[in-house]
T-cell receptor
Framework: DSGVTQTPKHLITATGQRVTLRCSPR?????VYWYQQSLDQGLQFLIQ???????AKGNILERFSAQQFPDLHSELNLSSLELGDSALYFC????????????FGPGTRLLVL | EDQVTQSPEALRLQEGESSSLNCSYT??????LFWYRQDPGKGPEFLFT???AGEEKEKERLKATLTKKESFLHITAPKPEDSATYLC????????FGTGTRLQV
């Protein structure tokens, strides 16, 4: 158990809908990262937040957004969902702002029908 | 463009048959090379961080080494519970992951 929690574990929705994925980092970690993992593309970095502020952006679509709250938990919002958004979404956390060792949560499996 | 390549894509070993997994990288400003283990449908589990060429780290049957252009994950006398996908990642301004090596013991 990494200490990173994610909810929900599974999510099934329809195209065009909007969903919110939630992540709580390990105790004491200030950075939260979001990743998407699909069968054909591997683990892709989406976005990083540090202590409430956006710090780095990867291959995140404009339909996706994230935020980190004062209690350090983070939410990833996915809107106007498409079939191709079906994937595993992982949250990771680390102590500091520089992307050193990250600890991953169990993931949320999203299926868009 | 920063790139991480892992080989082989898949590897099947007999129990006790040692082998090595390769991670080659072309990145500028490397700030760490990471190895993770991932079981199907689960989050990656952190194994090692290596920072400089010549560095080695060990954990049970696993040993990771780093050169200026690649890293190796050596698996000595593997057991069935070592079966997983092993991912490497480099840290520049973001983590770049390889596509992994699926190991079956």
């Amino acid at each position: 158990d990494s200490g990173v929690t994610q909810t929900p574990k599974h999510l099934i929705t329809a195209t065009g809908q909007r969903v919110t994925l939630r992540c709580s980092p390990r105790s004491g970690d200030l950075s939260v990262y979001w990743y998407q993992q699909s069968l054909d593309q591997g683990l892709q970095f989406l976005i990083q937040y540090y202590n409430g502020e956006e710090r780095a952006k990867g291959n995140i679509l404009e339909r996706f957004s994230a935020q980190q709250f004062p209690d350090l938990h983070s939410e990833l919002n996915l809107s106007s969902l498409e079939l191709g958004d079906s994937a595993l979404y992982f949250c990771a956390s680390s102590v500091a702002v520089r992307q050193e060792t990250q600890y991953f949560g169990p993931g949320t499996r999203l299926l868009v029908l | 463009e920063d790139q991480v390549t892992q080989s082989p894509e898949a590897l099947r070993l007999q129990e006790g048959e040692s082998s090595s997994l390769n991670c080659s990288y072309t990145v500028s400003g490397l700030r760490g090379l990471f190895w993770y283990r991932q079981d199907p449908g689960k989050g990656p589990e952190f194994l090692f961080t290596l920072y400089s060429a010549g560095e080695e780290k060990e954990k049970e049957r696993l040993k990771a080494t780093l050169t200026k252009k690649e890293s190796f994950l050596h698996i000595t006398a593997p057991k069935p519970e070592d079966s997983a996908t092993y991912l490497c990642a480099t840290n520049t301004d973001k983590l770049i992951f390889g596509t992994g090596t699926r190991l079956q013991v």
